[in-house]
C-alpha cells in the first residue's frame, strides 16, 4: 500500500499527459486532412475551449477527492491538469484571434461590444496567466506557501468566469454549460465546507489545549 502513491504519479501523470494532447493531436490530424466540418476556426475553438474547461473542472476536483478518501498522490495531477487547461486556453484564444478576428484590434473590439462572453472569456484567460507563471516549485518557495495558495485560489473565478463564457456562448442547447457550471458549484460548495470543518477543528483543539482555571 505504501507505494500506492508513486506508483500513481509515476504511471498516472504521464498518462494524463498523453490523455491531454489528444485532443490537439486530433485537430492537427484533421487540419492535415481537411477539416470535415464546415466551419473549421468554429470547431477547432468548441475543441480547446471544452478540453481547458474540462481539465480546469477536473484539476478542481482533485483536492475534494482525495480529502473524501482518494490517495493524496492525487494533488500531484493538480500541476499537470492546470498546465494543460492553460495551454489549451491559450489556443483557444490564439485560435480567435489569429483565424476569427485575423489580428485586427478594430474587429476585435466592436466583437467585444457586439458579444460581451468574449470579454468574460478573455478576463478567464487573464487569470490563469498568473497561475501557470508561478506553477514551479521554485515560485512556490519564494511567494512562500500560503501567498502561492491564495494566488491559486484565483482558478475557482477564473473556471467561474469560462463556464459563463461557455453558458453566454451557447444559444440553443445548453445542457452541457450548465452540467459544468453545477459540477463547479458543487465543487465550490465542498471547499467551503472543508474550510468550515478545518476552522471548527482549530478552534476545538485551542480550547482543549487552552489551560484550565483551578477551583479550590
Do not use: C, N
Not at 43 to 57: E, F, P, R
Not at 63 to 72: D, Y
Not at 140 to 160: D, I, K, S
Amino acid at each position: 500500500m505504501a507505494a500506492r502513491g508513486p506508483a500513481l504519479v509515476r504511471l498516472g501523470v504521464p498518462l494524463l499527459v498523453v490523455a491531454m494532447a489528444l485532443p490537439a493531436l486530433w485537430l492537427a490530424w484533421e487540419a492535415v486532412a481537411g477539416f470535415s466540418d464546415t466551419e473549421p476556426v468554429r470547431h477547432i475553438q468548441h475543441v480547446t475551449g471544452l478540453t481547458a474547461l474540462s481539465l480546469l473542472v477536473a484539476g478542481l476536483a482533485l483536492t475534494p477527492l482525495r480529502r473524501l478518501g482518494g490517495p493524496g498522490a492525487l494533488v500531484r495531477f493538480r500541476r499537470p491538469a492546470g498546465l494543460g487547461a492553460f495551454t489549451y486556453a491559450a489556443l483557444h484564444l490564439v485560435s480567435y484571434v489569429v483565424f476569427d478576428q485575423e489580428l485586427s484590434p478594430s474587429a476585435i473590439m466592436a466583437d467585444v461590444a457586439k458579444h460581451p462572453w468574449v470579454m468574460v472569456g478573455f478576463a478567464s484567460f487573464l487569470l490563469l496567466v498568473p497561475l501557470a507563471l508561478t506553477s514551479a516549485d521554485r515560485m512556490v518557495r519564494r511567494l512562500g506557501g500560503r501567498r502561492w495558495q491564495r494566488l491559486h485560489r484565483l482558478v475557482y473565478p477564473a473556471a467561474v468566469l469560462a463556464g459563463l463564457h461557455f453558458l453566454w456562448l451557447v444559444k440553443r442547447d445548453v445542457h452541457l454549460p450548465v452540467l459544468f457550471l453545477a459540477a463547479l458549484g458543487l465543487l465550490l460548495g465542498a471547499r467551503v465546507a472543508f474550510a468550515r470543518g478545518e476552522v471548527r477543528r482549530s478552534a476545538g483543539a485551542a480550547r482543549a489545549a487552552a489551560p484550565r482555571p483551578d477551583h479550590a
